[in-house]
Each structure stands twice: as C-alpha cells, then as structure tokens.
Nanobody
C-alpha cells in the first residue's frame, strides 16, 4: 500500500516563508512526476508546481520567482519552498505523486496541509 504524508503548513505573515514536505512510502513504489496543488475555499484545485524525476520543473505563473520545488528520488520525497508569501497564497496544499506500485502506474494524493498567510 502507498502512503503519502505531508507536513509543513501553518500560519505566516505576508512576506514570510514556509517549506512543505511530502513523502511516499511503500515497498515496490517508484515515483515519477511529483507536484503540489492548492485549493482555496470555493475555488478549484490548481497546479502550483511540478517536477519530473529528471528534475524538469513547471510553475504556475502566480508563484514563479517565489516558490521552488525540489525532490529527493532516493526518498520519494518532494519539497516546496515558499518565499515572499502573499495572502492570496492561502489555501490547502496537496501533494500529488504519479508513480508505479508493483509496476502499475497510478496517481496518489496527500491529505492536504493548510497554509494561511495573514496580511
């Protein structure tokens, strides 16, 4: 069974920083594309940042230059460093991992972690 665990959310003032972490555990699991999505109240879940196993990254325009995604392939872990946070970054952040479990490709989600940015 694949388990995806997130950590690192919280409350921060505008201009501050937070670092989110996410790791997948499970024998016979290999991660490929890993990413972070966010969902604000009353809005759809949108992609924030994504990184391939080879390290190619993709960011939403709203976070370019402020957020940095990185990963540790050996740990099947992904991180999101968020700097210069704005109130509009407030949302529940979800880790998303595409990978193979016993050689079958699937998509796995974390439970979500709340990020609140006060003005």
């Amino acid at each position: 069974q694949v388990k995806v665990v997130e950590s690192g959310g919280g409350l921060v003032q505008a201009g501050g920083s937070l670092r989110l972490s996410c790791a997948a555990s499970g024998s016979m699991f290999t991660s490929y594309t890993m990413g972070w999505y966010r969902q604000a109240p009353g809005k759809q879940r949108d992609l924030v940042a994504q990184i391939t196993r080879g390290g190619t990254t993709n960011y939403a325009d709203s976070v370019k230059g402020r957020f940095t995604i990185s990963r540790d392939n050996a740990k099947d872990a992904v991180y999101l460093q968020m700097n210069s946070l704005k109130p509009e970054d407030t949302a529940v952040y979800y880790c998303n991992i595409r990978g193979t479990y016993y050689y079958t490709m699937g998509t796995y989600w974390g439970q979500g972690t709340q990020v609140t940015v006060s003005s």
